[in-house]
């Protein structure tokens, strides 16, 4: 009996000390310490804090990895900037004033947090923070926290921006190279000056621009919406808090997701794939070649559609280096083709556009519109302006740069200050002269033709009524007997005689028109005058000449058998001399 009751009591004392270990993973208390071979395992082991190695030289670090994949992800490392060599012996430590010390066995600090009040513990927590509490029944109050110390990868609950209380700025910054958690060159966070906006860095430079945010994401990243797995969000100037950060939470706890800023100076939003077992990617900082900041210049408008080149100009603007631009060279920009002059000067709307760097730009929450532009329009400084839900209004005071446009949903209306009427004075009126220049030679064309139309109708009609007068008035001539003996030929007639005034049946031609031989359908051989249509004898001549020619019928003249007058045709009929030349006759 005494024995079996040994054997339970002992049981009993290893599972308290069991389910005392089991509890108290997460937490480090003090007087406890994490040594070499030691972690915390958050509650439900989302992650993971212990020693990991990395590089050539095997250098230790203290980090936060995720626990539930098979690729050691590392989010967060304390001693970044500080390696523990490959053979120290160091340990994670609460000291008495209530600070997070890592220390190797010789007392070498290596990292440690600011001092905290009262008994503090620590405890990694299941959405990867590793948080400092007063007391460990505490749950919000941190005297520190990781998430304050962002390093390379924002988690779901982390929050980047700037505590204007403070000035204390938290972005993210990539790994020295894939091998060493040193600070590299590249960051990503929000920049504060003018309207806030995110920015990739490198160093001093902008690598790439996210743009400010418009009520549900930033206007350079339109794959940032929240959906049904995820939200973002953005506390802003009218914050009482005094903070300005962007944030975003994950409703699957579940799935793992995480933005990352790479060695390569890209941002990406990145979910773990448990079928592909890998990290894949849900969009990019750069993802083509719009994405570079400032891409095309100032007033240069990106626009991948574009070919050849992506780069254009906002209308009323030309490139600044013309020769530059079309090889491709486009940093230098667009320049505006007509200066303003403030008081005559309208907006052109650029449709669907990333809004221009706002470092030059201010925002009013509550302005609509209207009220926007009318400030702009007041204010001769004023470049541009955009209003709309979850913009307010922004006017921009300066050049307009990294402007690209969105193809799919996700730009913004940009209006853009020009010179007069829209496109600017000069190349206005030249339009303008233009169009009136062509509209009056339409006109005065087409005034000259009706003209000439009408008088062409007039004349052949004119023509006409004194072919019949003539005509009828040489018929009286032989009805009255005056000896004219004159007949009238059809053209037909004469026509079919020559074989329709073919080439060999001509005789000659002379100043008034050619001479062909014709064959009557009595036998009799003709000599057929044609008069030119050219010629400039009119009718009543031509009447005179037949009752001349035919009242002085001589024997040493070639005789007149008759004449023809139809349409415009004018033809007198001689007889044919066979054995004499007529040239000296009828030519």
Known sequence: MIRRMYRELCLATLLSATLVFTAAVDILTPGQSLANNDSLTSAERYFVLGFFTAGSKKQRYLG?????????????????????????????????????????????????????????????????????????????????????????????????????????ALSLTAWGSHDDPAPGAFTWGLQTRGVPQ??????????????????????????????????????????????????????????????????????????????????????????????????????????????????GCVEGFEPSEPVEWDRGVTAGG??????????????????????????????????GLEECRAGCVRNCSCTAFSSGDGIGCIRWFGELTDLRVYNSSGGKDLYVRVAGQGQGGKDQKKVMIIIIVLIISFVVI?????????????????????????????????????????????????????????????????????VYKGNMPDGQFVAIKRLSKDSTQGLEQFKSEVQLVAKLQHTNLVRLLGCCIENEEKILVYEYMANQSLEKFIF
């Open 64 to 168: 936060i990895w995720y626990d539930r994949i098979p690729v050691q992800t590392v989010v967060w490392v304390a001693n970044r900037g500080r390696p523990l060599p490959a053979t120290s012996t160091a340990s994670l430590t609460i000291s008495r004033n209530g600070r997070l010390v890592l220390a190797d066995a010789a007392g070498t600090v290596y990292w440690s947090t600011a001092p905290a009040l009262g008994s503090p513990v620590a405890r990694l927590l299941d959405n990867g923070n590793l948080v400092l509490l007063d007391d460990q029944s505490s749950t919000t109050r941190y005297a520190w926290e990781s998430f304050a110390n962002p390093f390379d990868t924002m988690l779901p609950g982390m929050r980047l921006g700037l505590n204007r209380r403070t000035g204390e």
């Open 198 to 311: 995110l920015f990739t860095m490198n160093q001093s430079n902008p690598l790439w621009r996210g743009g400010p945010w418009v009520g549900d994401r930033f206007t350079g990243v339109p794959d940032m919406k929240s959906n049904n797995v995820f939200s973002y969000g953005f506390t802003g100037e009218s914050d009482d808090s005094g903070d300005l950060f962007f944030t975003y939470e994950v409703w699957n706890k579940s799935v793992l997701y995480r933005i990352v800023m790479n060695t390569s100076g890209v941002a990406e939003h990145v979910m773990w794939d448990e079928a592909y077992r890998s990290w894949v990617s849900l969009w990019s900082s750069e993802s083509d070649a719009c994405d570079k900041f400032d891409a095309c210049g100032p007033y240069g408008l990106c626009d991948t559609a574009r070919s050849p080149g992506v780069c």
């Open 334 to 367: 667009c320049r505006r083709r007509t200066p303003l002059d403030c008081r005559e000067d309208a907006f052109v709307v650029v449709a669907g556009v990333k809004l221009p760097d706002t470092s030059v730009g201010t925002r009013e929450n509550s302005v």
């Open 446 to 514: 087409l005034s000259i033709l009706i003209y000439l139309c009408r008088r062409r109708r007039k004349n052949k009609y004119r023509l006409k009524e004194m072919q019949h007068v003539v005509g009828e008035q040489l018929h009286e001539e032989c009805d009255k007997g005056n000896d004219l003996e004159l007949p009238l030929f059809h053209f037909n007639t004469l026509q079919f005689a020559t074989n329709n005034f073919s080439f060999q049946n001509k005789l000659g031609e002379g100043g008034y028109g050619p």
